[in-house]
């Protein structure tokens, strides 16, 4: 073999094993700066990109926590930081956040169709449904990355999702719940039938609109829904996540006279958490989505409340 086809070769083989991206710094909420960076890993022979947002209250002298945000079906890693605003709280909080963009279309040609997203949550959607692809093994292998190379604490991983980003979260509470310290699942619910025995063991949120119409808060096909799937109902969802917990009662408190707080404190198993928003719809709560309004984020933040509920769980 020639010295210039093994020098080929190597460099070849050092590309498709690294991690490849663009890096900027931003100026924070806090008035600091931060570090910013779009990144490409291979999993499974594919290639994967998110976006790491290190603000400069996470410092290094203590390894800082992770927040993982997925975004919703049909969107990706980009809209959603626009939309959750996590950023900011990252900024007051010294957290790093991770965004991670699911599977678009194959063979789509504009950069706007195969930017259209999904996960593989289980039953939904999309493409990354019909191509079997293994989120869970992605994000898995996001998570080991992130402590490699940014030193988080792996006692304290926490997931949120929108919509199929939140189908997803709950599909990685029950198959990887050894990585996964709490999950803050906003209008999207369980799309898998099975959990592991130690998924009760993960700390859950679940914020839903009553008047959800693309995940109806009663289960079913939402008449506003792309994803072709009847979704399972926020009250099995929650059968479902709390059955091995041995909760008490739930307590419940209605704040506002919009938002119904439902807490299942349990003694096999962290703590379940509900909150049903009155009138709610399918959006990000305190979001900047193009579905948004005033109203929706004039009592809750769903990324303050995602912050606020899982700074309490370490592994």
């Known amino acids: 073999m020639s010295y210039f086809f093994r020098t080929v070769m190597l460099i070849s083989a050092l590309l498709i094993t690294s991690t490849t991206g663009c890096a900027a ?4 909420g806090n008035g600091g700066v931060a570090e910013k960076k779009s990144l490409q890993m291979l999993v499974d022979g594919e290639t994967r990109s ?23 079906g049909l969107g990706n890693a980009a809209a959603m930081e626009r939309t959750s605003g996590m950023d900011n709280v990252a900024d007051k909080e010294g957290f790093i956040v991770v965004y991670p963009n699911g599977t678009g279309p194959r063979y789509a040609m504009r950069r706007q169709v ?22 869970v093994a992605f994000i898995s292998n996001l998570i ?3 402590q490699r190379e940014y030193g988080i604490d792996p006692r304290r991983v926490y997931v949120a999702g929108f919509s199929n980003g939140a189908m997803l979260a709950y599909r990685l509470a029950c198959e990887i ?30 914020i839903h609109g009553e008047m959800d119409d693309n995940v ?23 059968r479902m996540m709390t059955a091995t917990r041995d909760c008490a009662p739930p307590k419940v408190e ?12 349990c003694t096999s198993g962290a703590p379940f958490e509900l909150i049903t928003i009155k009138n709610g ?26 912050w606020n509920f899982a700074k309490k769980f370490t592994k």
């Open 25 to 28: 710094t931003v100026s924070s």
């Open 50 to 72: 998110f976006i790491v947002y290190k603000p400069s209250s996470a410092t290094t002298s203590q390894a800082p926590p992770l927040m993982i945000v997925l975004h919703g």
């Open 114 to 135: 195969k930017n259209r997203r999904t996960w593989n949550a289980g039953s939904c959607c999309g493409p990354a449904v019909r191509f079997n692809v293994d989120d």
């Open 144 to 146: 080991d990355k992130m």
């Open 177 to 206: 719940p050894e990585k996964i310290t709490a999950i803050i699942a906003v209008s999207g619910t369980l799309a898998v039938d099975s959990c592991s025995d130690k998924a009760n063991q993960v700390a859950v949120l679940h």
């Open 216 to 238: 109806p808060y009663k289960g079913g096909m939402g008449h506003n829904s792309r994803a072709g799937v009847r979704h399972r109902s926020v009250e099995e969802t929650v």
């Open 254 to 265: 209605i704040l506002h006279g919009v938002i119904k707080h439902t807490t299942y404190t």
């Open 281 to 306: 719809k399918h959006v990000w709560p305190g979001g900047h989505g193009r579905r948004n309004t005033p109203e929706d984020g004039r009592y809750i933040s769903a990324s303050e409340a995602a």
